[in-house]
């Protein structure tokens, strides 16, 4: 069975802080990763895809994949009240041509 | 762009009634969908995907199935729920094997 581990949270981060969340994963073959952020009672949305090792930036985000280590993160600069839901880490599964997704970690940010 | 129509927003069903809940995609052809279901708090779980008109690869077959009878048209019926058939149900669209998915606003069914 493919897994991926998230901490559950909530991590608690001041206005304007760094927020930091952190994916493992089982499948040593991946290739491919993905974060989504999902507000109370909505879907997911695509925020960030990550294929290759090292960091890529967008805006106020970063995500980092180290594949030797099978850790995925999700950085969130300035983080604001309106980053305040649950960040899913998603993880390519070749195999069912589907995403296996890790159980979330919710993000409060504190005004 | 990429459409996806999911409906209805909400659904209170007793056990042991049918169900179908249907999902429709804009904007792509020959896309590969997927039915997730999110129980309360908790991860989302692969229930069937598909990859053509009348391909569906079952991951929990349990009382629930899945069926494609057009390439932009994707199912998910019980013939009798559960209480634990609860929860919020997703579609979701893949343009290819290696893409991201993307997600429709998902049906929130409750079984009473």
């Known amino acids: 069975q493919k897994e991926v581990e998230q901490n559950s949270g909530p991590l608690s981060v001041p206005e304007g802080a760094i927020a930091s969340l952190n994916c493992t994963y089982s499948?040593?073959?991946?290739?491919?990763f993905f974060w989504y952020r999902q507000y109370s009672g909505k879907s997911p949305e695509l925020i960030m895809s990550?294929?290759?090792?090292g960091d890529k930036e967008d805006g106020r985000f970063t995500a980092q994949l180290n594949k030797a280590s099978q850790y995925v993160s999700l950085l969130i600069r300035d983080s604001q009240p309106s980053d305040s839901a649950t960040y899913l880490c998603?993880?390519?599964?070749?195999?069912?041509?589907?995403?296996?997704f890790g159980s979330g970690t919710r993000l409060q940010v504190q005004p | 762009s990429q459409t996806i129509h999911q409906w209805p927003a909400t659904l209170v069903q007793p056990v042991g009634s049918p169900l179908s809940l249907e999902c429709t995609v804009e904007?792509?052809?020959?896309?590969?969908l997927y039915w997730y279901r999110q129980a309360a708090g908790r991860g989302l779980q692969l229930l069937f995907y598909?990859?053509?008109?009348?391909?569906i690869s079952s991951e929990v077959p349990q009382n629930l199935s899945a069926s494609r009878p057009q390439d932009r048209q994707f199912i998910l019926s019980s013939k009798k729920l559960l209480l634990s058939d609860s929860g919020f149900y997703l579609c979701?669209?893949?343009?290819?094997?290696?893409?991201?998915?993307?997600f429709g606003n998902g049906t929130r069914l409750t079984v009473t």
């Open positions: 998603a993880v390519l599964d070749t195999g069912r041509r589907a995403l296996t």
């Open positions: 499948d040593r073959g991946s290739q491919s």
């Open positions: 990550i294929y290759s090792n």
């Open positions: 904007g792509t052809s020959n896309p590969n």
């Open positions: 598909s990859v053509g008109i009348g391909q």
């Open positions: 979701a669209l893949g343009a290819s094997d290696n893409s991201p998915l993307h």
